[in-house]
């Protein structure tokens, strides 16, 4: 039987106690209506750009635009604060296109839309373009299991030359709260210390890392609040998986953060916490910041990752960029072939 008060009295909104309130917020639990989570959710985004200083007046910032529901939300709400604040930004849409038949180009129409939408310039830069090779082609060439490595050297790389292209000041990325979270325990559980210093910086600019400065708006917002907001403002994005999703790490990492949050909601931002109050004891080695000696781009290494997985894919030997091959980086750079033994260890025989 139902509980007779619940039948007489709606949940009223928390917020304003006028209107019926239609859901509560995952990371809160407050009960609130639509205008009053819309206004919630923007303003706590609000918070963050201004207490990080993300933007300054008068810049020019990219935002990374996948079609999917964080970046979607992430223009959204760009648009509607720069408006609402006048933070005086000139904003823009970039994407990448992985060249992957069946997902990438039907995202990237749900991004050309957002584009009318929203009335931003777009620009679409191709992995075709810039390294003459599809993640279609590679996925051809070194299978289903460390696909995701080269589509993340080279989208980092591409979305670095796009914004180049475009002089953008700033880029900002849809990076939510559970990502940056999933990718803290991705760094404990692998003991990447480099990684886990850096993953929880809201700007790269802060830590003098990266090309063009990067920044995360919305790591803080929880995903399922991302969800919230894009079903109820039915925004327009894309939800189908990459048809070349294995990334079974990152999986597990999520599964195990969803428990944690389905018995305590505040377990993201706990994460999250944790991973930025971390400290890295003395004497620990970290990598030094050079550039590529062949494209020029940020690297700790003689030629940067990118240039050696585009290596192996060109010479045949995908494994030249999985793994660790330094020694060889001096090789390559002088154009030199590799001996046999060399050559039939980056063969992808058990790719
Ligand atoms: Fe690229 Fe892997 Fe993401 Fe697909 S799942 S877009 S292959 S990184
Ligand atoms: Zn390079």
């Not at 309130?21 to 206004?39: E, I, M, N, Q, Y």
């Not at 390294?131 to 996925?139: E, R």
């Not at 020029?296 to 793994?323: D, F, H, M, T």
Request: charged share 25%.
């Amino acid at each position: 039987m139902q509980c007779p008060v619940c039948v007489i009295m709606p949940v009223q909104c928390s917020n304003c106690v006028q209107r019926r309130a239609v859901l509560k917020r995952p990371k809160t639990g407050h009960s609130l209506c639509k205008d009053c989570f819309f206004w919630a959710f923007e303003e706590e985004i609000h918070q963050t750009i201004v207490s990080a200083g993300l933007f300054n007046h008068g810049e020019t910032v990219a935002i990374g635009a996948s079609g999917g529901k964080d970046s979607t939300v992430l223009a959204h709400v760009m648009k509607v604060l720069n408006e609402r604040y006048d933070y005086g930004l000139n904003l823009l849409l970039l994407s990448v296109d992985e060249g992957i038949t069946g997902y990438r180009d039907d995202s990237l129409e749900t991004v050309k839309r957002n584009q009318q939408q929203y009335e931003l310039p777009l620009k679409i830069v191709s992995y075709e373009e810039l390294y003459g090779w599809t993640m279609d082609a590679i996925v051809k060439q070194v299978g289903l299991k460390n696909n995701c490595t080269f589509c993340g050297v080279f989208r980092r790389q591409a979305l670095d030359r796009g914004a180049m292209m475009l002089k953008v000041d700033k880029i900002c990325t849809g990076h939510n709260a559970d990502d940056v979270a999933e990718t803290v325990l991705m760094n404990v559980l692998r003991g990447d210390i480099a990684r886990l210093r850096r993953c929880t910086a809201i700007s790269t600019a802060s830590d003098g890392e990266g090309a063009i400065p990067r920044c995360k708006p919305l790591k803080y917002a929880y995903e399922k609040e991302i969800v919230l907001y894009a079903y109820f403002k039915k925004l327009d994005y894309f939800s189908t998986e990459c048809i070349y999703s294995p990334n079974a790490y990152r999986g597990h990492a999520r599964a195990f953060l969803k428990d944690l949050e389905s018995i305590r909601p505040s377990s993201i931002i706990d994460v999250i916490h944790s991973g930025e109050t971390l400290s890295i004891k003395e004497g620990v080695k970290m990598p030094v910041q050079g550039t590529c000696s062949r494209c020029g781009y940020i690297s700790s290494q003689a030629l940067c990752k990118s240039c050696v997985l585009l290596e192996g894919l060109n010479r045949g030997l995908p494994k030249l960029g999985i793994g660790k091959h330094h020694r060889l980086h001096g090789k390559i750079l002088a154009q030199e072939p590799l001996t046999e033994q060399e050559e039939k260890k980056l063969k992808p025989v058990d790719f």
